[in-house]
């Protein structure tokens, strides 16, 4: 693993860089002169940076209230673990499709309200998090189409349970120990 914590970190490692981990940045908060977003939570600096990260594995640009995704995003075929949560997004590309390693998307406390048919179509998708997107029901047809693939896990409703449940999970196995 060779993660990268900002985007210098991103810059220094170049193309070797596996996972690039941006929760809540101030890197995403533009600085560029030229760009109409200064001062902002902008993906202009984002967007230069990924189209050089071909190798990466994990992407985690959570809580940045970017509003929309970069397309470079979509353009990440080694990319397995995506969490673009926190970001009042309103919809998700169907790029997703080109997304083909994708293993768990983390898509909680935005603002979408459907969610495109080519996510149903991802082979090694196995979680995906909608919970916090008060626009999108359960009766979704994409939701519903994921929730009928046995190797996929919806998560949908309160993440707390789900992360609760997790730690108990994990307390059990211990105590098997
Ligand atoms: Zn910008």
Redesign the pocket.
């Known amino acids: 693993m060779v993660i990268a914590r900002s985007l210098k970190d991103a810059a220094r490692l170049g193309s070797a860089t596996t996972s690039l981990l941006l929760r809540r940045s101030e890197d995403l908060v ?1 600085q ?1 002169l030229m ?1 109409a ?2 001062g902002e939570a ?4 984002l967007a230069v940076h990924l189209s050089r990260l071909g190798k990466l594995k994990e992407l985690d640009v959570a809580e940045n209230d970017l509003g929309v995704l970069p397309e470079p995003v979509f353009e990440l075929p080694a990319l397995e673990h995506l969490d673009v949560s926190g970001n009042g997004l309103k919809d998700l590309p169907a790029g997703v499709a080109a997304l083909s390693s994708l293993r768990t998307l983390r898509l909680s406390d935005n603002a979408l309200t459907a969610l495109p048919k080519e996510l149903a179509l991802l082979p090694l998708l196995t979680e995906v998090h909608v919970d916090g997107n008060s626009g999108l029901g359960s009766s979704d047809r994409v939701v519903e189409a994921l929730q009928h693939r046995p190797q996929t896990t919806v998560v949908f409703g309160d993440a707390g349970d789900y992360s609760r449940r997790r730690q108990e999970d994990a307390s059990t196995s211990s105590a098997d120990r």
């Open positions: 533009c560029n760009c977003k200064i902008c993906v202009c600096r």
